[in-house]
């Protein structure tokens, strides 16, 4: 089962920065957050991830919030191609070394004109 | 150049024949995994293999073979197809870092209809 919860459905106006939640109240301390995104038909994309500081790349920042209990995706000027489902996921990449992501139903982001 | 690709991308079959489905990633990585994701779009991972070894195998009927010829290539073999077979099938890789492994990568899916 998945250990993170999420809104079902957001909307965004494009231009404007998407704020994605997710809550993860039972996150251990070895446990990173993982954000992929699913553009419909198309497989899974990877987008970032953290353990506790707040990270940035090309696609997005990642806010993890100091008690690690939740977390939130910022896609900073939102455009029509970045609609898909979000799947924030928790996982130690090092327990077991099996790798796996376990994916919950994600938060589907329509994107609008 | 395509990082993880798999062929076919869609597959038509009758019940109780048997198909295979082929991935290969160019990325170098040791880490190859199959997922499936059903008709309510849930992804569930189903095999994953690190230098051609099977390390999981999340309780998938025996129907189902994955086999790895090289660390490359993660094939998935499928006997006796059922209805309930119908689905995507996501072939992803991954490094193996530090002893553990990174970021997954996806193929495009091949979307497999049993009729």
């Known amino acids: 089962d998945a250990k993170t919860t999420q809104p079902t459905s957001m909307d965004c106006a494009e231009g404007r920065a998407a704020n994605l939640p997710c809550n993860h109240s039972?996150?251990?301390?070895?446990?990173?957050v993982y954000w992929y995104r699913q553009i419909h038909s198309q497989g899974p994309q990877y987008i970032i991830h953290?353990?506790?500081n707040n990270e940035t790349n090309e696609m997005a920042s990642l806010i993890i919030t100091e008690d690690r209990k939740s977390s939130t995706l910022i896609l900073p000027h939102a455009t029509l191609r970045d609609t898909a489902v979000y799947y924030c996921?928790?996982?130690?990449?090092?327990?077991?070394?099996?790798?796996?992501?376990?994916f919950g139903q994600g938060t589907t982001l329509q994107v609008k004109p | 150049d395509t990082a993880v690709s798999q062929t076919p991308k869609y597959l038509v079959t009758q019940m109780g024949n048997d198909k295979s489905i082929k991935c290969e990633q160019n990325?170098?990585?040791?880490?190859m995994y199959w997922y499936k994701q059903d008709s309510k779009k849930f992804l569930k991972i189903m095999f994953s293999?690190?230098?051609?070894?099977?390390?999981i195998n999340e309780t998938v009927p025996n129907r189902f073979s994955p086999k790895s010829p090289d660390k490359a290539h993660l094939n998935l073999h499928i006997n006796s197809l059922e209805l309930g077979d119908s689905a995507v099938y996501f072939c992803?890789?991954?490094?193996?870092?530090?002893?553990?492994?990174?970021?997954?990568?996806f193929g495009p899916g091949t979307r497999l209809t049993v009729l």
């Open positions: 992803a890789s991954s490094p193996w870092t530090s002893g553990g492994t990174d970021t997954q990568y």
């Open positions: 039972t996150i251990s301390g070895n446990e990173y």
């Open positions: 953290g353990l506790k």
């Open positions: 996921i928790v996982r130690n990449p090092y327990s077991g070394n099996t790798g796996k992501l376990i």
């Open positions: 990325l170098g990585h040791d880490t």
């Open positions: 293999y690190n230098n051609k070894e099977l390390i």
